[in-house]
């Protein structure tokens, strides 16, 4: 079966500080991978997406970049943190499809301040 | 803009009743859709997805879908408070590549 392991599980962080979250899947391999984030009283937003090794497709411009060094690992970064970076971050994973199901890890909370 | 609209609720139905949670969408050419459910603080579970009109049924849950008037609902048949999470209705729109859009979700509690 498949897993989708994301860390660290919470991060307070000053502004201005970098950001790195790590995002590994386990039994699948060539998946679809996906960051996306979840702010307060707001919906799930994409932020990035990999189809492939080095494959990024950005959905919104920010201060944050993702890459995807290994198949199954995405990592979601930032040089400088804003007060606005703060919230639940979501790594996702999906068969090769445009259709499949994505699955969601267990989330990173980050707190700016 | 592509949006999906759901009622933020919260709704609330006693134990074993039906509850039934609504979704509209605006891009007419979609054609995947996704039910989630997520506890407080922490991640979306899959709970159906469908792809084509009419009904499809997993358990206590029936997704039903209709593409004609652009809304997808979820019914919950015998509801458990163990079912009280925030749904989340996500659409796959044409031209959209792999983003699914995701609707601010519906707060449902099951009172004992």
């Known amino acids: 079966s498949q897993t989708i392991h994301q860390w660290p599980a919470t991060l307070v962080q000053p502004v201005g500080s970098p950001l790195s979250l790590e995002c590994t899947v386990e039994g699948t391999s060539n998946p679809n991978l996906y960051w996306y984030r979840q702010a307060a009283g707001r919906g799930l937003q994409l932020l990035f997406y990999?189809?492939?090794?080095?494959?990024i497709s950005s959905e919104v411009p920010q201060n944050l970049s993702a890459s995807r060094p290994q198949d199954r690992q995405f990592i979601l970064s930032s040089k400088k943190l804003l007060l606005s970076d703060s919230g639940f971050y979501l790594c996702?994973?999906?068969?090769?499809?445009?259709?499949?199901?994505?699955?969601f890890g267990p989330g990173t909370r980050l707190l700016v301040l | 803009q592509k949006e999906v609209e759901q009622n933020s609720g919260p709704l609330s139905v006693p134990e074993g009743a039906i509850a039934s949670l609504n979704c509209t969408y605006s891009d007419r050419g979609s054609q995947s859709f996704f039910w989630y459910r997520q506890y407080s603080g922490k991640s979306p579970e899959l709970i159906m997805f469908i792809y084509s009109n009419g009904d499809k049924e997993d358990g206590r849950f029936t997704a039903q879908l209709n593409k004609a008037s652009q809304y997808v609902s979820l019914l919950i048949r015998d509801s458990q408070p163990s079912d009280s999470a925030t749904y989340l209705c996500a659409v796959n729109p044409p031209g959209s590549g792999y983003a699914l859009n995701f609707g601010k979700g519906t707060s449902l509690l099951v009172t004992p």
């Open positions: 990999s189809v492939g090794i080095g494959q």
């Open positions: 996702a994973w999906s068969r090769t499809g445009r259709r499949e199901t994505q699955y």
